[in-house]
């Protein structure tokens, strides 16, 4: 099943939900939703299932329009954030009310093999006769899940689908879901504000903003190629740091405060503002390359790794280093980074609707 939104408005009031949303996910495709709380990511998810109905524009599956055609027969199952679970029922119970409706009724003992294979995946299988409004937060939400991926649908539409889970369990349903969704061939457009997620995730992923798909593309164009400094910030932790300076005459970066300079191999006209961009695993503490000297503001320990705040003049950096290149440091010591260019990404700084460009020698 392919999917396309073409033009989707949809309001409440005077609040705008979606403002013209432009996006395809193609058939068997794992596409990732990623934005903020209030970009529209539900709203999404709810008019291509058809539960909302746009005020403009069209829902497409496999290249037919959808506008007279109710939920029931877009053959899509959605999980919702809030659950949306029978309290008064079992786990199980919950899990099998898709596989008891007239339009997807499976054999007893069918039914039961697929609930019971949904159930050991997701680590509910001791749970399920337990009353839902006995369980968790976490496990409500894995049984939410798990009713959707029971049932034989062409398109799974998740929203927030993991938010509840420890970050263990995180990590490993983030493996299963991609597991299930290539073995099925199955499309899934996720919905998610963590962009860890998106980049595990998505075959491809689309950053939504203000009702709006600002950029859709695989994980390498949104990390090597950003729309703007809201994309690039939107991804890797610790964020990006952003430097705002101008070219000089000879075709180099000089910060504002005069303290940072860089060499660009970009072709950039002398004296325009400009960002320079560079994500804190893409400076160290070696002291070979090209070196900007700082002292240090603070450190902070990150299991194996030490993120390691730099105060290089007016600006400060971050940077994330193993943890015996970061042992002694304390605040105040003087410190040399080591700048990697072929991954420094340049923005123009009146002009935040083009996209980043990397200016290493690499740059292409």
């Not at 400094?229 to 000879?250: C, M, S």
Request: net charge positive.
């Amino acid at each position: 099943m392919s999917i396309a939104l073409r033009g989707i408005r949809k309001t409440y009031g005077r609040t705008v939900a979606l403002d013209g949303l432009e996006l395809e996910v193609a058939e068997g495709e794992f596409c990732c939703l990623l934005g903020p709380s209030g970009a529209g990511k539900t709203t999404t998810l709810k008019t291509v299932a058809g539960l909302e109905r746009p005020d403009a524009g069209t829902v497409e599956i496999d290249g037919r329009d959808m506008s007279a055609v109710e939920p029931y027969d877009r053959g899509v199952a959605m999980c919702f954030e809030s659950y949306a679970l029978y309290p008064h029922r079992s786990a199980y119970d919950n899990l099998a009310s898709p596989l008891r409706s007239p339009r997807h009724r499976l054999p007893a003992a069918e039914a039961r093999a697929r609930i019971g294979e949904v159930a050991e995946l997701l680590g509910i299988g001791g749970l399920l006769d337990r009353p839902v409004g006995r369980l968790s937060n976490g496990q409500r939400q894995r049984v939410a899940l798990g009713r959707v991926l029971v049932r034989p649908a062409r398109a799974f539409l998740l929203d927030e689908p993991l938010s509840h889970l420890d970050a263990k369990l995180r990590q490993q349903m983030r493996a299963e879901l991609k597991a299930i969704g290539a073995a099925r061939r199955t499309t899934t457009l996720y919905v998610t504000h963590d962009s860890v997620e998106a980049l595990a995730l998505g075959d491809r992923i689309g950053v939504i903003r203000d009702g709006r798909i600002v950029q859709t593309g695989t994980r390498e164009d949104i990390w090597y190629r950003p729309r703007d400094t809201e994309v690039a910030r939107a991804f890797g932790q610790p964020r990006i740091n952003l430097l705002p300076g101008t070219v000089t005459p000879g075709g180099g970066f000089r910060s504002a405060d005069g303290r940072v300079e860089l060499p660009l191999h970009a072709p950039v006209r002398e004296n325009t503002d400009v960002l320079i961009g560079v994500r804190p695993r893409d400076l160290a503490l070696d002291g070979r390359g090209h070196e900007l000297t700082g002292t240090v503001y603070v450190t902070e320990v990150l299991g194996r790794a030490v993120e390691v705040t730099v105060r290089l003049g007016e600006q400060y950096v971050s940077l994330v280093v193993p943890r015996a290149a970061a042992a002694g440091l304390r605040p105040d010591d003087p410190v040399r980074l080591t700048v990697r260019p072929e991954n420094l990404l340049l923005f123009e700084a009146d002009r935040p609707e083009r996209p980043g460009r990397r200016i290493g020698k690499s740059a292409r």
